[in-house]
């Protein structure tokens, strides 16, 4: 309690969590605990089938909070099961309902009875209602800020939160649109509850406080993103220019209805001030269907990774044709002529491409399917070959356009190894994270020079943050928050 203090307005006690052969030694000092407390305590003792630590019976909760409870000023958080059967509490100790929270907890999924549930809840005393299901999408999200609305505009205090990667953006948002709290663990390994984000990364990544009405929307839509730097770099510049804005992960299943119910301006269910997306796998093909104009880079790459958000509708960009060959031209000079080996034949692959031919090099599309990297380099009227007896020499570039490398159950692999690559003159990694990748390492042992993908990505979000904001990024701000977050 103390190390989590300075992190925290409030605290939360879960009892649940302790050994339970020691717990009657335990409850036994709670009262001195709670007063000497550095912030408010929320007392919890849930039982497993609503998402705590142990299996507690039915008696053993009503043992507990009407007899065993400590008598300091605290909250309490009461399942929703016990709170509804108010002749129980006639009996023992005396409960203050205003300070007395009303949850129920789902980890199956998104109930159909929501309404009924918050209607139960909300015919109990207590003080303050909570209710945390599981989101598997990120359009699970709109009933909880329905939910929240509801209790707004209803005079009823609320916590509604999606549990899960895909619910993120409710801990985050929460606050600013009516909930009494949102939840963050002290550190990773204590969250207590899916999609738990820490408290330092609340305060200091999204900026929680300073979250409002009036924030304006940014995000990334894949599947999955909870690995994507992206809100780290775009949060840190948007800190350094003192905007009015957060960017947060958006973990999207159903295309379709996300762009429909959550961010098209003439369709959307939300009331918020979304104004621009990041697009990563696997929407960047599938997203263009959805757009009411994109460039015409973007078309021909055939892949978009931006998208801007005004009254007029949603624009498409890619802007990672611009992050891959920004770096490249730096180090190598003219790419005009030069012989281009590109490893792989997705949307990165794509936007590659298309950035060698443009700038009038040779490119020749290597994939393991030799047909998909056909396909690709008629697209482009590039050469292809087959990976798997690919031999590099005599390439002025060789890029990794594949996931592989990728911290994560690929970060052992490279498409290639050193014998491959002996003789080429620079190897590309589109990877960036880790920042030394197998791919780098094989290169390195081949003698080549090499270039990592950290440059690529940090180039392609400067030209987003431009895009959305019409202003220049501050220079160093984002590479250096990627950096220190790696």
């Known amino acids: 309690m103390i190390k989590a203090g300075p992190l925290a307005d409030m605290l939360e006690i879960r009892l649940d969590c302790l050994d339970q052969s020691r717990v009657r030694e335990s409850f036994g000092s709670l009262d001195n605990l709670l007063k000497n407390s550095p912030r408010p305590a929320i007392l919890t003792y849930r039982p497993e089938q609503q998402g705590g630590k142990q299996k507690l019976d039915n008696k053993a909760r009503l043992k507990f909070w009407l007899f065993e409870r400590p008598l300091a000023d605290s909250f309490q958080d009461m399942e929703f099961d016990l ?142 993103v909870s690995h994507s730097l992206s809100p780290r770099i775009h949060n840190a510049a948007f800190e350094a220019t003192k905007m009015n804005a957060v960017y947060i992960p958006f973990e999207v299943r159903d295309l379709p209805a996300f762009i429909q119910r959550m961010v098209h301006p003439r369709t959307r269910e939300i009331e918020w001030k979304m104004r621009g997306l990041s697009v990563t796998a696997p929407h960047k093909s599938a997203v263009m269907d959805h757009l009411d104009w994109i460039e ?84 482009f009227g590039s050469e292809s070959s087959g990976l798997e007896a690919a031999r590099f020499d005599g390439f002025d570039v060789v890029v990794n356009a594949t996931p592989l490398g990728t911290a994560g159950q690929f970060q052992s692999a490279s498409p290639v190894v050193a014998g491959h690559l002996s003789g080429a003159r620079l190897a590309y990694d589109l990877v960036y994270n880790p920042t030394e990748t197998q791919f780098l390492r094989e290169a390195r042992a081949a003698g080549c020079q090499t270039l990592g993908g950290m440059a690529m990505f ?26 220190g977050a790696l």
């Not at 663990?185 to 984000?197: C, F, I, K, V, Y």
């Not at 005009?336 to 298309?354: D, E, N, P, Q, Y």
């Not at 220079?475 to 990627?482: D, F, H, L, Q, T």
């Open 83 to 224: 709170a509804r059967n108010l002749k129980l509490f006639e009996v023992g100790r005396a409960l203050n309902w205003n300070k007395v929270i009303c949850s129920h907890h789902d980890f199956n999924g998104m109930p159909a009875d929501l309404d009924r549930l918050y209607t139960g809840m909300a015919n109990t005393p207590a003080g303050i209602l909570k209710i945390a299901v599981y989101a598997t999408d990120a359009i699970d999200c709109l009933p909880i800020f329905n939910l929240l609305e509801r209790a707004r505009t209803g005079g009823r205090e609320m916590i509604a939160i999606a549990m899960g990667s895909a619910g993120i953006m409710t801990r985050i948002l929460g606050p600013s649109r009516g909930a009494f709290l949102t939840y963050a663990s002290h550190e990773d390994e204590s969250a207590t509850a899916p999609g738990q984000l820490t408290a330092s990364e609340l305060r200091e990544v999204y900026r929680l406080e300073k979250i409002g009405q009036q924030t304006e929307i940014f995000g990334v839509i894949g599947l999955p």
């Open 296 to 379: 015409s880079a973007a078309k021909e790459i055939g892949a978009v990774n931006t998208v801007l958000i005004d009254e007029s509708g949603l624009s498409g960009y890619n802007t990672d044709q611009i992050g891959f060959i920004s770096p490249l031209g730096e180090r190598l000079g003219d790419l005009r002529a030069l012989r281009c080996a590109v490893i792989g034949t997705g949307g990165a692959a794509s936007a590659a491409v298309w950035a060698l031919g443009n700038k009038g090099a040779h490119v020749t599309v290597f994939g393991r399917v030799p047909e998909r990297a056909a396909s690709v380099a008629k697209r």
């Open 458 to 483: 940090v180039a392609q979000a400067e030209e987003q943050f431009r895009l959305w904001t019409g202003a220049t990024a501050p220079a160093g701000v984002m590479r250096a928050s990627a950096e």
